[in-house]
């Protein structure tokens, strides 16, 4: 049986490689097609190194630009690709544009879509992860679910049963299979965090694009960082919007994205995590890190109702709420975010001849 993975994206990388290992473990014939939606070695390259995932054997480099043209240019350049490789399965990850994009071409073609995060929605057709989640679902022949939750979903919006099966977060695979790699970076002391640092990262449009509420939002984390070490290693555009509103960020470490087992490191020894982040709400909730996230949803509720996140709706709270966290110890981790889910994605796949 033959797989083709598509990654693009930051959010991909670890999410592929539990599976890649897992399905190798298993005998199954494996291809890497990498998009190019994300090109700076901190937002990809870092990652295929850290996490052992095999060079891409295609990069469609298709880089950056709007929605539609990133779309368009994923899609075209994709058809070829798969033609020429006709996988049994091709399998996405999450809810960027590449996963869409590819999802859209594969179902054109009938080749059968496997998506690995299926059943997750904010129930806000503003976000542009919504929309590529839901039609790339839509699309999808096996819907590979992270939390229980998500299943409900699905049955609900009229999906087979049949092409759905519960395996957990493979995201947690990868963190937990890292925690011992992170600790030897010993990143976290050697910035000088003592445990009552923040880690922040933002980059959504919704906080990222409205000057008045990244006003607010760093005006809160000045304030923070008046008392403790606020760390902000931001995304590429977060930082040129910063940039370009001349934000005051007082004593805030503005920085560049920091690769995963560092980032790691920062994050399970701090205090608190303020992002816009997906990956952050479920990372943290599997360490038990109070996670403020800064928008009014989330797809991921289960890391509400289960875990350590809180959505902040006033802003102006910001600050408060952060002062009085407190860790969840021991974390309390959801069913299927054990570890194991990159196998038993391997095994639904191979089931499926
Ligand atoms: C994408 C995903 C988002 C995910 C995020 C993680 C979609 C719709 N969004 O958003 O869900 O949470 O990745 O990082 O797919 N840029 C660089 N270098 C890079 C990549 C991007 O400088 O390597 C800059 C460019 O100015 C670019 C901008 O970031 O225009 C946005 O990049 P894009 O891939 O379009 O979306 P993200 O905001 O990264």
Known sequence: MKLLHIVGARPNFPKLAPVHRAARAIGLDQIIVHTGQHYDEAMSASFFRDLG????????????????????????????????????????????????ATAIVAAKLGVRIAHVE???????????????????????NLLLTPSVDAEATLL????????IVFVGNVMIDTLFASLDRAAETNYAHRQGADGSHIV?????????????????????????????????????????????????????????????FEMLDLVRHAHAVVTDSGGLQEETTALGIPCFTLRPNTER????????????????????LVRGAQRADPPRRPAGWDGKAGERVAAALAARP
């Open 301 to 320: 509720p289960i890391t509400v109702v289960e875990g350590t996140n809180q959505l902040v709706h006033d802003l102006s709270t910001l600050a408060a």
């Open 118 to 140: 299926a059943g997750l929605r904010s129930n806000d057709r503003g976000m542009p992860e919504e929309i590529n989640r839901l039609v790339t679902d839509r699309l999808a």
């Open 156 to 163: 609900n919006e009229g999906e087979p049963a049949s092409e």
């Open 200 to 260: 922040v990262t933002l980059h959504r449009p919704s906080n990222v694009d409205d000057p008045e509420r990244l006003r607010t939002v760093c005006a809160e984390l000045a304030l923070l960082a008046e008392e403790r070490q606020v760390f902000f290693p931001a995304h590429p555009r977060t930082q040129q919007q910063l940039k370009q509103l001349g934000i005051d960020l007082g004593r805030i470490q503005l920085g560049d994205p920091i690769a995963y």
């Open 53 to 100: 995932i095999p060079e891409p054997d295609v990069n469609l480099e298709v880089g950056s630009g709007s929605h539609a043209a990133q779309t368009a240019r994923i899609i075209e350049r994709f058809e070829p690709v798969l033609l020429e490789h006709n996988p049994d399965w091709l399998v996405v990850y999450g809810d960027v544009n590449s996963t869409m």
